[in-house]
């Protein structure tokens, strides 16, 4: 975060700059400070906007997480008990008539 401030501050005093040509070859550079003053409010404003957007995500990231690991838990719980029902399918279709009078 810091870098980008860092980063910000140049485009800060450029936006503060006017240039007045003088005509005769020569132009003056002022210095606004109130538009870099206005500038570093806007830019300190957005910051604090993205990083409660970020928090607000990483605060919500946990339940949805959660909430995701139980529907994976429960759907692999349905494919559990019908590969183990399509087992007990393929073992009553394997077992030979001797197998199946030996087990009465």
């Known amino acids: 975060m810091h870098r980008i401030i860092l980063a910000a ?3 800060l005093a450029l936006a ?3 240039v007045t040509d003088n ?3 020569s132009s003056t550079i002022s210095v606004d400070e109130n538009k870099i003053d206005a500038g570093a409010d806007l830019l300190a404003n957005e910051a604090a906007k993205a990083g409660d957007q970020a928090a607000n995500a990483i605060e919500n990231a946990g339940p ?3 909430q995701s690991a139980a529907e994976i838990k429960e759907r692999a719980g349905r494919v559990a008990d ?3 029902a399509l087992g007990d399918e393929v073992d009553r279709s394997t077992t030979t ?3 199946a009078n030996a087990a009465q």
């Open 23 to 25: 005509g005769n070859g």
């Open 9 to 11: 501050v140049p485009l």
């Open 97 to 99: 008539p001797a197998e």
């Open 16 to 18: 503060g700059c006017n």
């Open 64 to 66: 949805r997480l959660e």
């Open 82 to 84: 019908k590969a183990d």
